[in-house]
């Protein structure tokens, strides 16, 4: 049986890890690298590290930030934010990040994914998606680009199988609506996305304890992100891994 795996959220504005709840009311918490590290120590299966404000800003991602997170980390990490093209990805994987996610520019330009998927690889590419809420699509949630900030009409089930097709690899479904609120992973759009596409998905936005990413995984998540459980000390990735062990969870231990 696969191993379920435990990714750590690094949201980077101005090269501080930062978070909030559903977006907004974001505090500073430290310096990306230096936690990039401390979860590697504990045990992370891999890392995700955002600039969440490059691409609302217009601007290319922070590569230096890139480039120092993979000299201090030995296991797999993805980058997204201010990736608007080819030569923007090629230069983040060249820094030593073996993943891309693409969000906003995916959904204003998705020949982004399947030229990315031809040049780099399937596997390289990682479709993010922030959906929220909203009774009138067919699957119940919409699709936000640009951090929340703009609506598209898009419904979310459709675009994760049209971004599969187009070439993803494995895509990320942050729920707006359980962001930073600690009260559980919004399990009915991640189900329907796992159900619906063929490659793993990522479960993230509402992590507050072992038992809500027991019920991710047991919900077809093939992965769970976490951010301010972690960042407030709330528990440690070890913490995590053992009680999912004792929950009967498949999980790398350390």
Same mark, same amino acid.
């Given at each position: 049986?696969? %191993?379920r795996? $435990? $990714?750590?959220?690094?949201? =980077? ?5 930062? %978070? ?25 299966d ?5 600039? #969440? ?10 590569i230096?930030? +890139? ?9 797999p990490?993805?980058v ?13 994987l060249?820094a030593?990040?073996?993943? #891309?996610?693409?969000? @906003?520019?995916a959904?204003?330009?998705? @020949? $982004? ?8 690889? +399937?596997?390289? $590419? ?5 959906? +929220?809420?909203?009774p ?25 199988r ?9 895509? =990320? ?5 359980a ?17 619906? #596409?063929? +490659?793993?998905?990522?479960? @993230?936005?509402g992590?507050g @304890? ?13 992965a769970? #992100? ?5 960042h ?8 995590l ?14």
């Amino acid at each position: 049986m696969l %191993k379920r795996r $435990i $990714i750590p959220c690094l949201d =980077v504005i101005n090269r501080r890890v930062t %978070k909030g709840v559903k977006f907004q009311s974001n505090i500073d918490l430290g310096d990306p690298v230096e936690l990039a590290l401390r979860y590697y120590e504990d045990g992370a299966d891999e890392l995700v590290v955002y600039d #969440i404000t490059a691409s609302a800003e217009r601007r290319a991602i922070d590569i230096g930030m +890139v480039r120092s997170v993979a000299e201090t980390i030995r296991i797999p990490f993805s980058v997204g934010g201010g990736i608007s093209s080819l030569a923007d990805m090629e230069r983040v994987l060249d820094a030593g990040a073996e993943k #891309i996610s693409v969000n @906003s520019l995916a959904v204003k330009n998705p @020949s $982004i994914i399947s030229e990315g998927a031809k040049a780099f690889g +399937v596997q390289c $590419i990682v479709l993010g998606m922030d959906p +929220v809420f909203n009774p009138k699509m067919p699957c119940g949630y919409e699709i936000t680009t640009r951090g929340f900030r703009e609506r598209t009409g898009i419904d979310a089930v459709e675009w994760g199988r049209k971004a599969v097709e187009l070439g993803a690899g494995e895509v =990320v479904v942050n729920s707006v609506d359980a962001d930073g609120t600690r009260n559980g992973f919004e399990l009915n759009i991640t189900s329907k996305i796992a159900e619906s #596409i063929g +490659v793993p998905v990522v479960a @993230s936005g509402g992590a507050g @304890s072992a038992e809500h990413l027991r019920d991710a995984f047991e919900n077809h998540a093939d992965a769970a #992100i976490v951010a301010g459980i972690l960042h407030s000390g709330l528990t440690t990735i070890k913490e995590l891994k053992l009680k999912l062990k004792e929950l009967g969870i498949p999980i790398r231990l350390v």
